[in-house]
């Protein structure tokens, strides 16, 4: 490496990115265990806290900012409770939230988590229940997204994050738009199950399941080559990085290079709740900042490690991020 890793890092505070797609609520709903329902044979749970957090493309936006980024959300949600409460916390979390748009009649996409745990233990996820449908983005919303795409360049945006959850707000449209984009900036792209439609965009990053999906076989042994030569040849990407859970993640460049970067830290994840938001966002930062896939997957990989130790939809800061490069100058 010409230059160390750290150095990449370093300069994550003067980019500015954007994230367009699918804003989601991530909503917990805390409790303690109290006693067994007379009702049913159910646990009984004493409501302590409720709190919603930026998910789905909330939790890239809100990771690029922790990390240092300048970031600006695009997006759309219902004029709703949960959209009003995701949009605040967003610019809590210090995004840029003027194109996260509340539109009457939609509703929020929301993840709900019920956690807990005795009085004097930490609390668990007992169960999740999703709020969720794909929207159509047409009209004046869908040319708002647009428009907000189409200023990016003048903005000075430097990186272009696209979270496709698949709920409708990434149209043909917009693919199209994260297209022409990648002639100018950076444009990475985390989708659900579409991540192969995109084209000349500079990376994706799917998991093995997506692959799988994608590809009609598991990203494994001998096929995990087979896999990124295949991603890169279907998008024209510059790089595909591919997330293996406890395995690590290999990332496969244009040019036919491949390296595999073992799971950094343990293997024992705590939560992995958004860690794919997390591997997105430290990734399309370090490309930004000029590091080479390789050395933006290992840091990726790095701040992945981090998130996974946290309970929740977390983030990672670059204080934390650094603070692995320590004596880094490789």
Request: hydrophobic share 40%.
């Amino acid at each position: 490496m010409s230059q160390s890793l750290r150095e990449y890092v370093e300069r994550f505070p003067s980019l500015r990115v954007a994230v367009v797609g699918d804003y989601i609520a991530d909503e917990f709903i805390h409790g303690d265990t109290s006693r067994i329902s007379r009702e049913a044979p159910i646990i009984v749970l004493d409501f302590n806290s409720r709190e919603i957090l930026p998910g789905g493309g909330g939790n890239a936006a809100m990771n690029a900012a922790s990390l240092g980024g300048k970031v600006a959300a695009i997006g759309a949600l219902g004029a709703d409770a949960n959209g009003e409460a995701l949009r605040h916390a967003a610019e809590a979390g210090g995004v840029e939230a003027g194109n996260l748009i509340l539109e009457k009649g939609r509703f929020t996409p929301t993840k709900m988590r019920i956690m807990a745990g005795g009085r004097n233990t930490s609390r668990q996820q007992v169960i999740r229940i999703d709020h969720e449908r794909q929207l159509e983005v047409v009209g004046k919303l869908e040319a708002r997204i647009l428009g907000a795409l189409d200023a990016l360049p003048g903005d000075g945006v430097n990186a272009l994050i696209v979270s496709d959850y698949g709920l409708g707000v990434v149209t043909d449209a917009v693919r199209e738009a994260a297209g022409r984009l990648a002639r100018e900036m950076i444009v990475t792209v985390d989708s659900r199950h579409r991540a192969d439609t995109y084209e000349g965009i500079t990376a994706i990053t799917p998991n093995e399941e997506e692959v799988e999906r994608l590809l009609g076989y598991v990203p494994e042994g001998d096929r995990l080559g087979d896999a990124g030569a295949a991603l890169l040849e279907r998008t024209g990407a510059r790089a595909v990085l591919i997330t293996r859970g406890s395995k690590g993640m290999s990332v496969f460049e244009s040019g036919g290079t491949r390296k595999d970067i073992p799971v950094f830290g343990s293997e024992e994840a705590s939560d992995v709740t958004g860690a794919g938001d997390t591997v997105i966002s430290a990734f399309t930062l370090s490309l930004a900042a000029g590091a080479p896939p390789p050395d933006a997957a290992e840091i990726a990989n790095r701040a992945a490690g981090l998130v996974v130790m946290k309970r929740g939809t977390a983030t990672v800061y670059r204080d934390e991020l650094l603070g692995t490069l320590e004596g880094d100058r490789s």
